[in-house]
């Protein structure tokens, strides 16, 4: 938590006066998360063809997405929550087009039962991705990406005696607005 907590601190405290003239602050809205009820949303910096930053996103999974994310949940509610750690590769240096990278995704499911919490899975994601960046205007864009979380680890046996199970590797959509200076 405190690694996440200092990542935080210096994207934050990134000065733009002190930055070069082809770095660029980003920020984004997650367009998916809402579908379901959540909220998502990303900070970033732009270095030529890199972009690099860190995503946060709060959702209630509906039975449909549990059961996706899950191989075993039982009829737990899930509610969640991660931070992800993004570097991409983009093919051309003003960040439009197509780009590769790769995530780093820490999640955390909360489980219930009739709004009482049973426990809390933790998981580690590691996800190549590829997606393609549209221009809206001058400073606006629209991000598609097609994203692979490839379990890591996880804790889901450790939580009942109900048998829980979390799929190892996952295909997620992701559509981002966003915003540069």
């Known amino acids: ?59 209630p999974l509906n039975e449909k997405s ?8 039982g009829e737990y509610d899930v509610d969640n929550q991660g931070v992800e750690f993004y570097y991409n590769y983009y093919f051309n240096s003003n960040h439009l087009g197509f780009f590769w990278g790769a995530l780093l995704s820490y999640d955390v499911y909360e489980l219930k039962d ?24 001058s400073s606006t864009y629209l991000q598609a990406t097609l994203a692979i979380p490839i379990k890591v680890q996880d804790d889901a046996d450790k939580i009942t005696e109900k048998e829980i199970e979390l799929e190892s590797v996952l295909t997620l959509p992701l559509l981002t607005v966003g915003v540069k200076f």
């Open 66 to 73: 549990r059961d996706f994310i899950f191989v075993k949940s």
């Open 1 to 59: 938590m405190k690694t996440l907590f200092f990542a935080l601190i210096l994207l934050l405290s990134i000065n733009p006066a002190a930055l070069g003239q082809s770095q660029k602050i980003n920020l984004e809205i997650d367009l998916v998360q809402p579908l379901f009820g959540g909220v998502g949303g990303t900070i970033g910096l732009e270095d030529g063809h890199w972009g690099y930053g860190v995503m946060a996103f709060s959702t």
């Open 114 to 137: 009739n709004d009482v919490k049973i426990g809390t899975v933790y998981a580690t994601y590691l996800a190549p991705e590829l997606g393609y960046r549209f221009e809206l205007s």
